[in-house]
């Protein structure tokens, strides 16, 4: 069993590795910041001590199993659907990695716990710049198509995109009358290919009647 002053020494570094991050986290508005790192964080330090030293003779994997799979649950709370993205996954990531930085304090690891947490702030404070350049170069269009409504008319017009490197991030299908069918689909094309290029492509379809953009 190790020392009190130890496990002091062993929480008061999770509530500093935490804060750092958190603090990143919370400067930038995001659904779980300072506080909710710190805690998750905290409480992973606490239960690997718990499982690690209160109970010698078990295993104490076991529960740091559980932690790594609670904490994908607060995780899920910070996914955010937003129009035609998704919002949060980076918070979500950074809570679940601060469970793992918590548990290698509670296991005496400070070095690569350490080391992890730094790793962790500077991804998220300097690579989001770089993120940001990279998105610019992709652009969303959400596309509004009257199809003829037969099999394979989807299957064409998803191949004809696969080919043009677009990614499909929506679709929705609404019947319009017998022999017609409404087509909503939500894309985001590479840099190389214009809105204009890729409207022309898909009016060559035979089976697509009409396409409108609804949102660029």
């Known amino acids: 069993m190790i020392s009190n002053t130890e496990i002091f020494y062993r929480l008061i570094l999770s509530v500093i590795l935490g804060g750092i991050v958190g603090w990143e986290r919370e400067k930038e508005e995001k659904p779980a910041g300072l506080r909710t790192h710190i805690i998750v964080c905290l409480g992973s ?48 990531a950074s809570i679940w990695t601060m469970a793992g930085v918590g548990l290698a304090v ?65 679709i929705g299908v609404s019947p319009l009358d017998e022999d017609d069918a409404t087509l909503r689909i939500v894309l985001r094309l590479p840099a190389k290919l214009k809105e204009r290029e890729l409207i022309t492509k898909l009016s060559e379809l035979e089976n697509v009647k009409n396409i409108e953009v609804v949102e660029s």
């Open 106 to 170: 509670g296991a005496g690891l400070y070095i690569p716990a350490t080391f992890t947490a730094f790793l962790i702030f500077l991804i998220l404070f300097f690579v989001a710049k770089f993120e940001v350049a990279i998105i610019q170069t992709h652009k969303f269009v959400v596309l509004k198509c009257i199809i003829e409504d037969r099999p394979g008319s989807i299957g064409k017009l998803g191949t004809l995109l696969g080919e043009l490197d677009v990614d499909i991030k929506e």
């Open 45 to 92: 330090t606490l239960l690997m001590i718990v499982s690690a030293y209160t109970f010698p003779n078990a295993d104490p994997t076991r529960i740091a199993a559980q932690v790594v799979t609670g904490i994908g649950f607060i995780g899920a709370g910070t996914i955010l659907r937003t129009g035609v993205g998704v919002k949060g996954l980076t918070t979500a």
